[in-house]
């Protein structure tokens, strides 16, 4: 029995592999030969990128390894048996049965539904069972062929809804929604779930829908939609037990367990009983998805406009006035702008939804903006990230005052964005920005005191202020201590500098592209590392902005003790630049006076960082 999907030729009833990685080669082979795919290699890489997410083991016995691919010349499952089990996820329980499902990069619905076919399948129990004891390639695909009928009692009044999702949205958002829609069918009643899953939100209940169900059950590890189930009895539980306790879940259901859900203004379920982990980490995250665009964007409409556009005078690179490079480098620079308030927005919007963005964005836009305190250069991306998380909890915070029904109508519109805005903006104004910028006055004055000191101890200070913030306040420090150096013709500090200014972007490029089982980057961070080394050769620092964001811990010390590296070679060598710039491009242009140990010290820098941080990531991962 062939099928488009499936193919005797796909299945393999006796697998050899006895680990994890064995058994994805051994599944990868099977398609390969039958030629389903392009690239063996790049398919292999994106099965592992998918598994870097959360484990695919369903356990059930099963595991169902998967991935969109370019490699992809066909939609196809492989299935493979293995008799001794292998311990495919972070459970005990061993796998036997091995579903790896490949999809061409842009079939993200047909992706979608081959999952829900196989994970249908899988949900009965005696398949799992019948799948181990088959002895024929026809004995497996009679399973995935034969058309099953829906278990559905449509004279049930009782209606149910759920709401499932997993952190990944793919294999496990719509088994537990199978499961629960099985164990609702045994039980005799209706239920409508929704699936939140990578492709969207699907199958939504309508408010009348809503209305008459009877409760709510939320089998999701990821932000689902609450307010509209205000009133409703609710009952929350992970994927996983969607998956493995529906018939309880459906059971509770019906025997009226769980707890009427109260909206109080928050955008997802992370007010349950159960407490969610990582959404500090959430909430970022979701500031770094939005501010993205903004750096990239704005950072290589900058490097592109002073890398064609650049001239070479006493002051510096300069484009010149009312030119087109010109009008390109102002809109890269207000990208570069708006780049830090969206990170803070959207932070405070993850936590406190639409009435934080605006005090958020403020916040931030103040955060940045050091005028507003009396310092040259504001806090940098590390000040706007404290706003974000200020703005959200405030606005959170306000949400629980019993305001007069009078002006209930006025909260949400007037009197909290205005008031959380002004405690934010007044909280820098007064009370963070004032001491930030004394210690900017304090790091210039000590940066003087060590002119004529070690060379050594002076190259690591610099690298290590040039490598905390990215074009921040602490490098912009930095900068007009080395500009004031140039004015009494000492060119040293500059070309030093010059050395660390491209290490954390071309830092983190090279660990983007050394990542190449996507254990530490997802897809859209390693597009944004290709960003980063454009950036980072035309000197904007601030390409390594959204991984610092992501992971602070991690990307902060690598790129200090990188650029820490890079400018004490460069005071050690002598190296000169003849303008305030950095980056490869003043090479280029040829405005250092050893260039090719200029290079060499920004790319020594570089790998230095990308090596430091790759070990912290393995150092904390074993941890």
């Not at 490699?71 to 299935?79: G, L, T």
Request: proline residues 3%; charged residues 20%.
């Amino acid at each position: 029995m062939e099928h488009a999907l499936f193919s005797e030729k796909l299945v393999k009833l006796s697998l050899t592999g006895l680990t994890k990685d064995q058994i994805i080669n051994e599944m990868v082979e099977v398609l390969w030969k039958d030629g389903r795919l392009s690239d063996k290699e790049q398919f292999t890489k994106d099965v592992y990128a998918r598994e870097a997410e959360i484990t695919t083991d369903l356990e059930i016995g099963a595991a169902m390894p998967h991935a969109k691919s370019k490699a992809v010349c066909q939609p196809s499952v492989a299935i493979g048996i293995s008799q001794k089990g292998v311990i495919f996820g972070e459970s005990k329980e061993k796998s036997y049965v091995f579903f790896m499902v490949a999809m061409p990069e842009n079939a993200a619905k047909e992706h979608i539904e081959v999952l829900g076919k196989v994970t249908g399948v899988l949900l009965e129990k005696e398949n799992i069972t019948a799948l181990k004891n088959a002895r024929t390639e026809e004995d497996v695909l009679q399973l995935f062929c034969q058309e099953k009928k829906e278990v559905i009692n449509n004279h049930s009044d009782v209606l149910l809804l759920g709401a499932t999702g997993c952190t990944s949205g793919v294999a496990h958002t719509y088994l537990a929604a199978k499961a629960l829609q099985k164990a609702a069918g045994e039980h005799g009643v209706q239920i409508k779930v929704e699936t939140n899953g990578s492709i969207g939100v699907e199958n939504s209940p309508t408010a009348g829908e809503i209305a008459q169900a009877e409760c709510v059950i939320i089998a999701s590890d990821r932000a689902v939609e609450m307010s509209r189930f205000d009133g409703k009895r609710i009952i929350y539980a992970k994927v996983k037990d969607g998956i493995n306790k529906a018939d309880d879940l459906i059971e509770k259901a019906l025997n009226g367990e769980g707890e009427i859900y109260h909206h109080n203004g928050d955008r997802s379920n992370s007010q349950t009983g159960q407490k969610r982990e990582g959404s500090i980490y959430t909430a970022l995250m979701n500031g770094v998805s939005y501010m993205l665009p903004f750096v990239i964007v704005g950072g290589i409409m900058t490097a592109l406009a002073y890398a064609f556009g650049g001239q070479v005078t006493d002051t510096g690179l300069v484009i010149p006035d009312g030119s087109f490079w010109q009008k390109i480098a102002d809109l890269g620079s207000a990208g570069m702008t708006l780049m830090t308030p969206i990170l803070a927005g959207y932070i405070a919007y993850a936590i406190g939804d639409k009435v934080a963005l605006a005090p958020g964005l403020l916040g931030g836009w103040v955060a940045v903006n050091g005028s507003f305190y009396g310092s040259e250069s504001g806090t940098g991306f590390l000040g706007a990230i404290v706003a974000g998380f200020l703005a959200g909890y405030v606005v959170k915070a306000m949400k629980k005052i019993k305001f007069p029904e009078e002006i209930q109508s006025l909260v949400p519109l007037i009197i909290i964005p205005i008031a959380s805005s002004l405690i934010v903006s007044f909280a820098f104004i007064f009370v963070i920005g004032v001491p930030i910028s004394s210690m900017m006055t304090a790091l210039s004055d000590m940066l003087s005191g060590l002119n004529g000191g070690s060379l050594i101890i002076l190259g690591i200070v610099m690298g290590f202020m040039q490598g905390f913030d990215f074009g921040g306040p602490v490098g912009k420090t930095l900068f007009m201590f080395s500009i004031g150096m140039m004015a009494q013709g000492q060119f040293e500090f500059i070309g030093a500098e010059a050395m660390a200014i491209p290490v954390a972007p071309i830092g983190m490029a090279i660990a983007t592209f050394m990542d190449r089982r996507s254990r530490f980057f997802n897809d859209e961070e390693k597009a944004s590392g290709k960003a980063a080394l454009v950036m980072g050769f035309c000197g904007v620092s601030e390409g390594a902005i959204p991984f610092a964001a992501a992971d602070p811990l991690a990307v902060i010390p690598a790129s200090m003790i990188g650029s820490a590296v890079a400018t004490t070679m460069g005071l050690l060598f002598s190296i000169t630049d003849a303008i305030a710039w950095g980056g490869p491009i003043v090479v280029v242009l040829g405005l250092t006076n050893h260039p090719l140990l200029a290079i060499i010290c920004m790319l020594t820098g570089s790998i230095v960082t990308a090596l430091v941080y790759y070990a912290i990531k393995t150092a904390r991962t074993k941890k």
